[in-house]
Structures are given as structure tokens and as C-alpha cells.
DNA sequence: CCGAAGTGGAGGTATGCTCTCCTCTTCGAC
DNA sequence: GTCGAAGAGGAGAGCATACCTCCACTTCGG
């Protein structure tokens, strides 16, 4: 069954405008929206949204396939920048920047469920270019060398939960811890030493997907 | 009505029990667990919760009013050390510790409705200390000079969301990213000119407050 | 020994979500 | 134009998850 049969005109044109709309729903509230939400948006019925999309995870899906591509690219273009420091930090502001405009983005990275298995693949892609890019400052000794590979996207976290709650008050005010971490990375000034070892991979995992609720 | 008649054993007994088991569960999961489910930890029935205390804030009350008095007394010894570098990291510190050992603790100084009341309190008492800790390390030169007063607790928030995604695998790791972030605001180094302004105290108070959830 | 204090936990009430169902509307091929 | 099929809408079913109440029963202690 199905050959991809093109849709009516109507409904391409609505499923547009819900695709539209839920980028800029999630965007600005994260993912928890409701679907109805979206779908008022739009100015459609939910039902609509429902025959176009399974359910919500596909929309998220649909919508969060080229954000991914989009990070892959970031890290490629940082790569190709001779000075490793500028490399690197062009990689951890574009991270932030993109964490900091789509809330939703940032929620699909962490989410558990199905978007664990989103995550996943998003890290398989991501992961290897970013340890370069770590290590190849690393070596040129423009970031501290006790700095581990799952430490960077922690402190992404760190950034994009400031983002969060400063979105609405002072949408750049980001910024500012973003510099604040880049210069505690920077093996320019003296370094604490870590008082305690990095994440492995596993407890990395772990910690990354959204904390389940606790039975009993 | 109702001068304090003391209560019956049993019922003093049950007191106990439902504090001990709420500080430990608040402590853990922070304050979004349900009053079942501290009921069923402590051994008794709901019911028998709500005979105690009116509603669940009044649970948090009588739990937190103590935490805010160990945060001003932390605040009080820091201040007496003399090097000022010592003194503010030491505050910032505890603080840090405080919020990774007790994630509801946490919770209620970000919480909004009546918790509003409770962090505005809080934090009349705090703050005053706190901003003269930094200025002293300012002074002294130890500490940048673009930080501003509003930019400490961001943070905190930043490690305390760390702490609460770790906690369950590496219950340390935490003090990494306050490694970084302390020297992230330290003078010692060469450091990065903030790029943006800091928070004023409005758009700092509704920071802190947890997101309202927009409607439409 | 018995009245008052205390207890437990099922369930009332509220909220808010995802997704279904079915009637009515609109498109567009012929 | 016609008409069958595709699409649209949105009420509401179903589910989950809380907070808190109510009242028949139990336990304390004077």
C-alpha cells in the first residue's frame, strides 16, 4: 500500500502550516506543549494534525532531522578553522546559540522514551567530531588537558538551562556564563585541579536522559 | 482557640516519622514528589499527613525555614575569613554542596507561587551577604569585575542542575563544573569581556521564579 | 473503661494531556 | 457540474497524576 500519493492541495497547505507552527511552538516552549496548542496555532483541529502525523514524536521527528544535520555542519566548519581555540569555541557558541533560540531542540536532545534512540543517533554523529575538536586543542594546549570529552556537553546543559529561565527577561543573557565556562576551560590563566574524575560513558548516558520518575 | 496542648504520644511518634521521611524524599526527588508518597515512606496514611500540617507547603515550611538559616550562617563564616578569595569560593562552595545534597532544598528556592514569598524572604536575608562577599574579592582583585551580583546565583542554578542529573551515577560531579566555573570568574587569568550585560534585579527575580506556563 | 484524639486509605475533585471517532466540508478528476 | 474520496474539525474518551477530604475504625491515657 501507499505509493506516496501526493496530498490534495488543502492539505499540503495545512500540513505546512502545522509544521510551522510547531517549529515556532517549540522553539519558544520547549516540547511539553500540548498538541492542541499547536493545532490552534495553526488554525486547524487537532484531528488534522493527527491524520498528517501518528502521533507527536513524529512531528518532533520531522521537525528535528535538520536541526541534527545542522550541528554536524557546525562541527565540520569548526574543524576547518586552522586555530584550535577558535575551533573549538566557535563549536560550544554555536551549541549554545542553537540551545538558546529553539528550546525545543534543546528538550528533543534530552529527552527520554523515543528520543532516547533520537539522541542516540544525533550523538553517533556528533560525538566523534566533537572529541576531535577537544583534543585538538587539547594538544595545542588551549584547553585545560583534565577536561573530558562528556564534560562538554554538561556544561552546554548548563548554558542552555541559563537560556531557559533568561529567555523571556534577556534573551542574550547567556552569554554571559557562556564566557564565564569558556574562560574555566581556557588553559590561558592557572587551573583548579578537578577534585574528581569525568563521566564514563555509561553514567554520561545516564545522566543526559531526562531523570525518570521514581515508583515507591 | 488551641493553645499548644501537646500531643498524644502516637501522634508526636507519627509527627516525627513524616518530617524524617519528607526531608529524606525531598532531599532525593526533590519537591514535585506526591504527599502519598511521603506517607507511605514514613509509615503512615495520608490522612494522617494532613492532620499535621494543613497542605503540603507547610510540610515545606517547617522542613526549609532551618536550610535558610545554615545558608545565612555559611554566609556569616565565610565573611569572616580573611582572604577574600577564600571567603567567597568557600560561600560558593556551600552553597553548590547544599543544593547537591538536597535537591528539594533546591526546589524551594526556585519554586513560584507561595514559594515566591519563601525565596523572597530568603534571599532578603542572603543577598546583602552575598554581595558583600563578592565585592570584597572584586576589591581585592581576585575576582573579575564584570560579575555581577546577579550573576553568582545564576551559577549556582547551573551546578545545581548538574548535581540533580548526576546524582544518581556520580554523586561528586558536580564540584567539576564549579571547578570551572570558579575559574571561570577568578581575575587570575586573562578573561574574556563579557559580551553582554548583566541582570537587573527584575528581570533577575523573574529568572529565578520557574517558567509560568504560558497559555494559548 | 471510655471518650477524645488519632489513623488509614479509598475516593472526590481537578487538571491536563494524547489520541480517536464520526459527522460534515471541500477538492478535483472526469 | 457531479460525486466519490480525501480532508477537516473538535468534542470527548481514556489515562495519568496530583492534592486533599471524609469517616468508620483504632489507640491512647486520665
Redesign the pocket.
Known amino acids: 500500500m501507499s505509493a506516496i ?1 501526493p ?5 499540503e ?3 505546512a502550516r502545522i509544521l510551522a507552527a510547531a517549529a515556532e511552538i517549540f522553539a519558544e516552549r520547549g516540547l ?6 499547536i ?1 490552534a496555532h495553526a ?10 502525523f ?4 513524529a512531528l518532533i521527528e520531522a521537525l528535528f532531522e535538520e536541526k541534527i544535520d545542522a550541528v554536524v555542519a557546525l562541527a565540520d566548519e569548526a574543524l576547518e578553522i586552522e586555530d584550535p581555540w577558535e575551533g573549538f569555541t566557535t563549536f560550544m557558541r554555536g551549541m549554545c546559540r542553537m540551545q538558546a533560540a529553539d528550546r525545543g531542540f534543546k528538550d528533543a536532545l534530552l529527552a527520554r522514551d523515543r528520543g532516547r534512540e533520537r539522541m542516540a543517533a544525533a550523538r553517533e554523529r556528533i560525538a566523534p567530531r566533537a572529541t576531535k575538536l577537544l583534543a585538538r586543542a587539547q594538544e595545542a594546549g588551549v584547553i585545560r588537558s583534565d577536561l573530558g570529552p562528556f564534560d562538554v556537553p554538561m556544561l552546554n546543559l548548563c548554558v542552555g538551562l541559563i537560556a531557559d529561565r533568561t529567555r523571556d527577561v534577556a534573551p542574550d543573557y547567556w552569554e554571559r556564563v557562556l564566557t564565564i565556562i569558556i574562560d574555566g576551560i581556557s588553559a590561558q590563566g592557572p587551573t583548579t585541579p578537578m577534585p574528581v574524575e569525568t563521566l564514563d560513558r555509561e553514567a554520561f548516558t545516564e545522566a543526559m536522559a531526562s531523570p525518570r ?1 521514581r515508583r515507591s
Not at 496530498?7 to 492539505?11: F, I
Not at 511539553?32 to 496548542?37: A, H, N, Q
Not at 501518528?54 to 514524536?57: A, F, G
Request: proline share 3%; aromatic share 4%; hydrophobic share 30%.
Open positions: 500519493r496530498l490534495r492541495a488543502d492539505a497547505r495545512n500540513r511539553d506543549v500540548s498538541l492542541d496548542d493545532a488554525g486547524v483541529g487537532v484531528g488534522t494534525v493527527y491524520r498528517r501518528p502521533d507527536k514524536d520518575r
